[in-house]
Each structure stands twice: as structure tokens, then as C-alpha cells.
């Protein structure tokens, strides 16, 4: 890539999990080549060198992604769509689908309460969630009243512990779902995490950033 003059190298911002499994066939793809320890799940660096002297990596929760991102701390990063919703980020610029961590976000309902039930009908519903703000936008849509309840995981539990009939979240395979007496009974997107670039950094460095948006892109396209 170019070199933009700055001492200081760009830092691109990259999910733990399964989401990195998937982003790093299209990170070598690009020639991008960390350091071995970015892998090693037992490493306890949270910045990692590049093949490339002005691009360093670093690696954190998918949430945490966008925030660094949206801040400046890193110039890129690999952020979930169901993130970008939530957030709202203004000074995130997302140019790119890249096709990986493909699932969906749905409501779901015990498979007894599903059997009787029908979403048309929903005035007001309490709902266990990681996403309170994609949620009630959701329902506010239609006129429902959604009163949200913020889990950051184990959500299957909440109408079996009684917290709450119903749950937001990201599916994949349905399997937990599946497993926990769960069933789907509305979609509210398709989910895939995308290339974010901070708006700011676009704009002062704009050929350097530009140059791996489009090394990505011809990654993803040829996928």
C-alpha cells in the first residue's frame, strides 16, 4: 500500500470468535499477514503487528469493534450489521459487505406459546434482548410497545426462568433455539458483518484507507 507520510500506521479493529475464523481467508486474501500470536486464542496481546509496517491489528469483542472505530482508535474494522443498527454510529462509514458471519436476527417464543399465538395480534411485549434499541424500532414500526430486557447472553434462559415470553436474537443454525424449547416466529434482518471505516480517517487519509477498501473488496467479490 501506499505510504501516506504519517508516522503513525493505520489500526484496523477485528472481532474475537467465530467471526475472525471467517474474516481471515479475505485478511490474506487483501496480503494482509499478522503476527503468529493473532491467532493463538491463549495470547493474551491485544495488538498485533502486520506483514505491512503501517497497518497493525487489533483484537477485540465484537461489540467493542465499532466503538473503537467510531472513535478513531482504529481507522478500520470488521463490525457486524446487527451492531451498526444498534448504534447508529454517525462517524462510521461501512462501504462493504464482506459476506462472513451470516445469520439472522428473530423473535422467538416457547414452541408452546407459538402454538397459540400470532405476532398480528402484540400490543405491548416484554422482551429479553441483547439489541433493546433495534428492538423496539422493530416493533414501534407496527405499533407494538416493546419493553426490553438487556442480556448480554444466555438468552434462551429468560422465558424458561420466566424473565420473559420472548427473545431477540442473532440465529444461526436454530439449534439453541432448537435445544431450549424455542421456536422462530418473526425475522427482523438478515445479518453480515461489513468493512467500517471511521469517517474522519477517510477523509485525511483517504488513499491509504481507500487503497484497502478496495483490496477487500476484490477479496469479497471474488468469493
Not at 503501517?54 to 470488521?78: E, H, P
Not at 414501534?140 to 442480556?151: D, F, M, N, T, W
Not at 448480554?152 to 422465558?159: F, K, R
Request: aromatic share 6%; hydrophobic share 40%.
Amino acid at each position: 500500500m501506499a505510504d501516506n507520510g504519517q508516522d503513525d500506521g493505520l489500526i484496523m479493529a477485528l472481532p474475537k470468535g467465530r467471526i475472525l475464523k471467517e474474516v481471515m481467508p479475505l485478511l490474506r486474501g487483501a496480503g494482509i499477514e499478522p503476527e503468529p500470536a493473532f491467532e493463538d486464542p491463549e495470547s493474551r496481546q491485544l495488538r498485533f503487528a502486520t506483514n505491512h509496517p503501517n497497518l497493525s491489528i487489533i483484537r477485540v469483542r465484537a461489540f467493542d469493534a465499532a466503538t473503537f472505530v467510531a472513535f478513531g482508535a482504529a481507522q478500520l474494522g470488521v463490525v457486524g450489521n446487527d451492531v451498526l443498527m444498534e448504534f447508529d454510529y454517525p462517524d462510521i462509514y461501512s462501504p462493504l459487505d464482506l459476506g462472513i458471519g451470516r445469520c439472522r436476527m428473530v423473535v422467538a417464543e416457547p414452541k408452546e406459546v407459538a402454538d397459540d399465538d400470532n405476532p398480528e395480534r402484540w400490543s405491548h411485549i416484554r422482551v429479553a434482548t441483547k439489541y433493546p434499541q433495534i428492538t423496539r424500532r422493530h416493533f414501534a414500526g407496527r405499533g407494538v410497545q416493546a419493553e426490553c430486557i438487556k442480556l448480554n447472553g444466555a438468552m434462551e434462559l429468560a422465558p424458561a426462568l420466566g424473565l420473559c415470553r420472548r427473545i431477540v436474537d442473532l440465529v444461526s443454525s436454530g439449534e439453541t433455539l432448537k435445544a431450549n424449547g424455542l421456536v422462530e416466529v418473526e425475522q427482523i434482518a438478515d445479518i453480515t458483518s461489513r468493512l467500517a471505516v471511521n469517517r474522519t480517517a477517510l477523509k485525511t487519509r483517504s488513499e491509504e484507507i481507500n487503497g484497502w477498501v478496495e483490496s477487500f473488496r476484490e477479496v469479497a467479490d471474488a468469493a
